[in-house]
């Protein structure tokens, strides 16, 4: 092992630059400037480890990349993916969002953290291994999404047609970060995704606003529709939720981890004004509770002057952030029920998104060897999650074969992700590399 490391450190400035040239391509979800090119350059990465690499439209899809190498009886799969979001609010960046900048221990780059870092961080693994002399102790397949940000669309599609790629032992997910104890945070599933527009529309066109004595205004019924289903400490409204919301299989880890979630932290790092007067088990909340989240809301004339209307219609996105047994059907049905009992059943609801939750309760032999790995590269323990907050399309692709699943990522608590001055910092990408090598080398410990 030491003698990997050894090279990774030696390869330092050369993986600084790959990673560089990699981010330096747009690769914006839903924009083709950069995406073929970027396609390319991971192409070349991949077949220059030896890997034999196709790429995959579903319908008109960006291309999904497929690489294998290596051999043997076991399987690990890393999914992960190239595309980014897109860089506004521009004039807030402090350098080109894809400048690919290094300011001492620092990158800046669109996609740097979310997620090129973490896809270069497997490739680096598997070349400082493969220069080391050694083989790869098993096969290693990759799936690189070129549409996750925007919810991977295609991806239940992809994954019937190529069924066969996925039936793994072990597969590592795209996304983590280092906290700010310098501890790798590593998780075991995704939260799902519920995403809707939801619409009022009263009035074919905006009236003097004198008319508000006698005529409903689409933006209070909207705010009353909104304020119903949540209320101002955060608890769920909605029948028929709670039973959905189970505890999750006990890790001996994972109590001490949740109440170590400091607060202050985040509250100063992130200068986050007012959290939740959510007294007790505010980790748990934040880990295994759904959330019901306004992303925007629009109605009538919100510009500098004064203009008396009343607004003929008024609309808000909202998403739902979703936990094991709680599917985005199973809650639309009781939303809409919620609803139809409180007189706003007119409202029209769009679906946007949906995607499923999935967990894999992690075993014990996982879980130490985890832990030996971080004690290697990191010098401490991980901290353990049950899942990221976030959503993915994790079920998709490990729901039929229920391989063991552990994200890991190569960002910390200060990335920016999905933000202007989206950042990693070159430690993590080369202790991210170290603790990718050293999982590989050990699989047949847990695998
Ligand atoms: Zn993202």
Redesign the pocket.
């Known amino acids: 092992m030491e003698k990997v490391f050894k090279i990774i450190d030696e390869e330092r400035d050369y993986y600084i630059k790959s990673l560089i040239k990699l981010v330096r391509e747009p690769s914006i979800v839903g924009n083709s400037y950069g995406i073929s090119q970027t396609v390319k350059i991971l192409t070349k990465m991949l077949e220059d480890l030896g890997a034999y690499v196709t790429t995959e439209r579903v319908g008109n899809s960006n291309p999904y990349i497929i690489a294998k190498l290596g051999s043997g009886e076991k399987k690990i799969l890393f999914y992960s993916?190239y595309d980014?979001?897109p860089i506004q609010p521009i004039d807030e960046w402090e350098c080109g969002p894809f400048s690919g900048t290094t300011k001492e221990n620092l990158i800046f780059s669109r996609g740097v953290a979310?997620?090129k870092g973490t896809i270069y961080s497997r490739i680096a693994a598997i070349d400082a291994i493969l220069k080391s002399g050694r083989e790869l102790p098993c096969e290693i397949i990759f799936i690189l999404d070129g549409e996750?940000?925007i919810g991977s669309p295609t991806i239940g599609e992809f994954s019937r047609k190529f069924e066969d790629l996925l039936n793994v032992d072990l597969c590592i997910w795209e996304?983590g970060f280092v906290d700010y104890k310098d501890r790798p945070v590593l998780s075991f599933g995704m939260k799902g995704l519920l995403y809707l527009e939801l619409r009022c529309k009263l009035l074919p066109h905006d009236l003097h606003s004198s008319w508000a004595t006698i005529v409903e205004n689409p933006a209070w019924k909207l705010i009353h529709a909104l304020s119903s289903m949540r209320d101002r400490s955060g608890n769920i409204n909605i029948e028929g939720i709670k039973e959905y919301i189970k505890p999750l299989p006990d890790v001996e880890d994972w109590k001490k981890n949740l109440s170590d979630f400091d607060l202050s932290f985040y509250r100063e790092k992130l200068k986050i004004k007012e959290f939740l007067p959510i007294k007790e088990k505010i980790s748990e909340n934040h880990f295994l509770n759904p959330t019901f989240n306004i992303c925007g809301i629009h109605s009538g004339y919100t510009k500098n002057m004064v203009k008396t209307i009343l607004p003929h219609s008024a609309w808000a996105n909202m998403d739902f952030r979703l936990v094991p047994n709680l599917t985005p059907d199973i809650l639309l049905e009781k939303i809409k029920e919620h609803f139809k009992k409180k007189g706003f059943e007119d409202l029209e609801i769009n679906v946007k998104t949906k995607i499923e939750s999935f967990f894999s309760p992690p075993d014990e032999k996982l879980i130490t060897s985890l832990k030996k790995s971080s004690l290697r590269v990191f010098d401490r323990e991980p901290l353990f999650i049950p899942m990221l907050t976030?959503s993915g399309p994790m079920y998709s692709l490990c729901s039929k074969y229920n391989p063991k699943v552990v994200s890991h990522g190569i960002a910390y608590y200060n990335s920016h992700?999905?933000a202007p001055n989206e950042n990693i910092r070159i430690s993590d990408l080369l202790n991210g590399i170290k603790f990718i090598v050293d999982v590989i080398l050990n699989c047949e410990d847990f695998i």
């Open positions: 993916h980014v979001q979310d997620s996750e940000e996304a976030g992700v999905h």
